[in-house]
């Protein structure tokens, strides 16, 4: 049978939900580079981390700070961890008003897999578009599908050209939704 996976999105319909901002140092400064939480690589030790709550709120197991860092509750990272060891990385993060513990998850894959043939739409980034550093890459994606075959083992990662997408094998979503983690949401690719 066919392996199975999913974009594991945050599921912002939910009522009274919090929103969180920018990670900070523990001196309040903004995280100098806030999209490396979502580039598919290993990140250096970056010290202790904050995070702001900007609408306050129901915590959720899993939600995106600023910039689509995705922030998880201690029982989901205890998930990626087990399940995907190799390829997640939990930074520790404190998070204003909460005594447990959440993590901010980093896919360390960045894998190229997205199915042109089989995606609904896509737009790439072209010279005209004056943004050198992205040309190649996609601009926009509607209905994404993967090439299965690109993947490998791997259960956790990013979409080369498209990396905002957080994609989990099936098991991953099953053990989430076993722990009943709250916040998530999956759309098969």
Not at 80 to 92: G, H, Y
Not at 122 to 149: C, L, Q
Request: include cysteine; aromatic fraction near 10%; glycine fraction near 8%.
């Amino acid at each position: 049978m066919p392996k199975r996976y999913f974009d594991l999105k945050d599921e912002m319909r939910i009522r009274g939900r919090w929103l969180l901002g920018t990670p900070t140092d523990v001196q309040g400064r903004e995280v100098e580079d806030p999209w490396m939480f979502y580039r598919g690589q290993r990140l250096p030790d970056l010290g202790p981390l904050k995070l702001p709550v900007t609408v306050p709120g129901k915590a959720l197991d899993f939600s995106r700070a600023a910039f689509a860092a995705p922030v998880v509750h201690a029982r989901v990272a205890a998930v990626f961890s087990e399940l995907a060891p190799e390829e997640v990385q939990t930074l520790p993060v404190e998070i204003e008003g909460q005594s447990e513990q959440f993590f901010i998850l980093v896919a360390t894959k960045l894998i190229r897999c997205i199915d042109e043939n089989a995606t609904e739409e896509f737009e790439k980034w072209t010279p005209e578009d004056g943004r050198p550093e992205k040309v190649g890459k996609y601009r926009d994606v509607w209905g994404m599908r993967i090439d299965a075959s690109q993947v490998g083992d791997a259960k956790v990662f990013r979409a080369w050209g498209w990396p905002i997408v957080l994609i989990v094998r099936e098991e991953i979503r099953e053990a989430l939704e076993r722990i009943g983690a709250t916040g998530t949401t999956f759309e098969e690719v």
